[in-house]
DNA sequence: AGTTGCATTTCGCCT
DNA sequence: AGGCGAAGTGCAACT
């Protein structure tokens, strides 16, 4: 990896058109060619970047660029599209390279699929005498998150999102009419459980008889055996 | 900014769990204190990060730590959230520091927002006699991007997307349904226009009725005059 | 390889 | 500030 702190321009051109005017930034340029342009702020977002598979060229800078103090020209290309980023170097105050070797990469714990575990484990956190089907049940549009029974031996499907957002309740909707086509399952019940639910996401859900159940993750985890942790 | 290349663990605690083993990698420290840590690879991504706002301290390591090569831990602690990112330094290749200043940021054009613009300036190019009635028209649900007339007089409403997924037809799929309630608008026909139509959203809104149209940005903005460019 | 769905999304606009 | 939609989204899992 080579890092570069420099007084630099840019302009990029591909699915649209973006210029950074002349200021001091980081440039990163990573194993596989890849080149991230990153101010003081912001988020992990870089201002301006260059996705793989690319390659980089440096160019001596013409005459313009040149007389308005440019001092070198990276010209970074991407292999299958037509994208470009051109950076102008008016002043290199630092540029090292290093050696990371590849990385072993990132081990997670607690998204989705962990929530989607934990509520079939404890289904009846739905409500009393509720029994489970079956986790990611194949229907001919998708897989619905949970499928399980309540009390009074009714069907109901659970979509299961961590933000509760206007699309899952339109994933559901689109569950429940496919399920309610098939006999040996109607009527069908749709429960919406997620961390939190969007105000609006409420309101559709409610409006069309979805039920809108919020989870506590600490909970759920905290009924659960500890012994199937990962830390 | 500072910058440091070393080998290290890290540890994340907050909306989820998640661990990365010893390896040497970049750690980029902003002004504004937040933490991004960076292989040698993927995308503009980090493998892990702190958002502002937060604090970073550094603590000296616990006998366990430093029997296991331990030379110093970071600790970054976000200011509003129980999130927290514990970096564990076994060797510093690499430390140094630049005062960035804080940048101008990043001019754009050609997103959405230009389609709009463009379609709206030009909305024969959904058919001849189409008449513009409003951007942006406001309803319970949300905006409609274009509402329009064709020819006959008869409302059209029009949704543009850069890709045109799914949702897009779901979003307009709602809109349709709450304009035709309105007896001054009914009967309200729809027009689904995107860069690149998805082929299951086109099947999905033309069993709807409604149509499909593919935008050519160059196309309309060469109709366009070129007075009024950034660039 | 193309497609779908999620994300510690981030970012910007608007209420 | 909070909600909502878009992103040059990235990323992994699945067909």
Redesign the interface.
């Given at each position: 990896?080579r890092?570069v702190?420099a007084r630099c321009s840019v302009d990029y051109e591909g699915?649209?058109?973006?210029?950074?005017?002349l200021?001091?930034?980081?440039l990163?340029v990573?194993?596989?060619g890849?080149v991230?342009i990153?101010?003081?702020?912001?988020?992990?977002?870089?201002?301006?970047?260059m996705?793989?598979p690319c390659k980089m060229v440096e160019l001596e800078p013409d005459d313009e660029e040149r007389e308005q103090g440019v001092a070198s020209v990276w010209l970074v290309q991407h292999a299958k599209r037509e994208d470009h980023l051109r950076i102008r170097l008016h002043e290199v105050?630092?540029d090292?390279s290093?050696?990371?070797?590849?990385?072993?990469?990132?081990?997670?714990?607690?998204?989705e699929a962990q929530l989607q575990a934990l509520l079939a484990e404890h289904i009846a956190t739905l409500g009393d005498g509720y029994t489970l089907l079956r986790r990611e049940y194949a229907t001919a549009i998708g897989p619905v998150d949970i499928l399980c029974k309540d009390a009074a031996g009714a069907t109901v499907a659970v979509e299961i999102k961590?933000r509760g957002d206007i699309?899952g309740v339109?994933q559901l909707t689109r569950y429940l009419e496919l399920l309610n086509r098939d006999p040996h399952l109607a009527p069908v019940q749709g429960v919406f459980a997620a961390q939190v639910i969007k105000p609006?996401a409420r309101v559709l859900a409610t409006d069309r008889g979805i039920r809108c159940v919020t989870l506590d993750y600490e909970a759920l985890r905290g009924q659960d055996d500890t012994t199937s942790r990962?830390?």
């Open positions: 990896m890092v702190i699915a649209l058109v973006a210029h950074l005017p200021a001091t930034r980081l990163m990573k194993a596989d890849s991230l990153h101010s003081d702020g912001g988020s992990y977002k870089p201002l301006n970047w996705a793989p105050i630092s090292s290093h050696d990371l070797g590849i990385d072993p990469g990132l081990i997670k714990d607690g998204v961590r699309d339109e609006q990962l830390f």
